[in-house]
């Protein structure tokens, strides 16, 4: 019977204009020639490590049992910081140990953390500027043929994570702050859709707008009109029916968003 | 013997710097480990119904016998308009019913039309603003697997159509317009090739520019000449050989041309 | 025992807005069903055939063994100019005879170079603007399942190349330029790292900046703070820590560098 296939989803910040997320293709095929490859995003922005967290966060629930997902947004590549395996129920995760992996950092679901330290595993020159290349694909291609983490080093404790900034709760409402704008130019915000009490009578301000009440969909509002609803992640979202938010309300990442009862 | 490969061919208007196109692929390859999932475009304008429509028409036929096509520029998500699904004698097309797919209309090789509607087949939960990833990719995964299309809901006899502008022809020539600009800056028009019918001496206006003749290929005028020939879907083009036929003319999508004898 | 996998590299200056990549995914497929097809990059600057050199020159010793590689950019489609194929040791590469495969030119591991001619491989229309659908992309998928390149035309003795600039060394030192800006906005050029006797206190000026010595990594250096570095592709580049050198230095490609010891 054959194994399962484990798919390798990328993430990287190296957009598509130049030959890297190619040349990493290359490489994992090098290693593994029926490996199946899917691109998560490599728009990330250059060296934006906050979106890479929360993009990742909020998509790998939806890939396959056995899915390896390689996340290369990596200031730090050349100096000592380390690059770290996750073996999680359903997953493995390889990321520099920057903090892009901090949403795992209490998840229960942690099976291992290994410091990826095996050079036998590494293309036979390591750069010290391009260990997408010399290190994650080759290793992601032997993880996806069916290495076990384990091989891949040592096992460690804990990993860095990320600050993000977190909605917080008073009795006076909710606030938080957009983290993210998506090209329809929907504002993703940090405000749990379950924090909210009685979500069709709350009053959300997001710079000089009042919207009232959490719509159903986009439709529930007449087109150009500004609405607030849950998004697709379970996260309170804001969008203009057939319009672009972000351009119409003038907001970006980082804008505080308040709801009241 | 092995059955028939079902590509899986996606056009959105997603974009590739938010995560969603990985998304829906994580979900295909949920239902079917092994799909073969093509791109042909995520870069359709945000909403842009006219683009998806004439980019589907002219590439489908390009590709393998079976293979799926699945277009979600879906501005009314969440509203009642229905999904359909559409079998020809090669293909499986799936969409909105929001006109995208009219191009199908009066097909004669159309086979059935379903309204898709048999949740066993979505994910678990869906929700009211991402069908591309709960409605659309599980039953394309289901279908390249082999799913007959009339497992997935009860048939249906018309689909909408958009009103595309289209060419017409008085004894004084043929009138048409510009319907996209490609990368290239060259103009796509309207007007069937195979309306014209001595190419070599016709007069060809778009603004304000007159071009005598249709040429064979770009490089039937010198470098930096403007320039009439058929392109490759059978349409009447505007190039300059070696330059940007948009940006030197000063034209967009909706420009009248105009041909004369 | 299987044959082994020959994967399909496309590098274009297609875009991705366009089907036109799609369109050629579906040709492969349709003479190859189960073809591997990966992207190098479809953002080649239009027609810009110095780019499609030098990106693919420092990119295909990272692909398996048997791989194909199918550049198209060619600005001269449906002139008289020759589609050419090249066999080495361990690839096969297949583009227009307009000078973007010239770094093969001299290459000691090229074992066959053929004009490719056989119409019975090609689409059964070749259109004479769009021969990446109707000639590259089927030649490709029968080259993948296996076809031998002397199948497809008559050998040929000599190749075009592009007149790329060169660094040329003197007693004073080594002088070069800019000959890409990647995304990240770090600077690389034409000089290889292997002629510099003494990298760890050489002085590299670009533009008015000077910059002593060759660093080892980005994060040998202060964030903000310029660096000259051996890329991993083995030439000299210059970058910011965490920045942008090209917009911080205001350099693009073309740029004189000169190192001196």
Redesign the interface.
Known sequence: MGR??R?I?LLT???????????L???I??VH??A?I??????VG??DLASAYV?LR??YR???RG?IFVSVVD?????DRSIIGIQTRDFVFLAPDNGILGFLQHDRQVRRIVRIENAKYFRPTV????HG??IFAPVAGHLSRGLNLGQLGSAIRSIRSLKLPKATSTPAGVSGEVVAV???GNLVTNIPADRLSSPGTVCIRVGRREILGVA?????RKAGKTLA?V??TGFLEIAVN?G?AARKLNVRVGQAVRVRP
């Open positions: 399962a296939i798919p989803v910040d190296f957009g598509l204009r130049d030959p890297y997320v190619g040349i293709k290359g490489v095929l090098s020639p029926t199946q899917v691109d998560l995003t490599h728009d250059s060296q993009l909020d998509s939806y890939f396959p899915t200031p730090g590549v050349g100096t750069s010290s500027t391009f290349r010399d998506d090209r329809f159903g969909t986009y439709a529930d609803y998004g697709s057939r672009d």
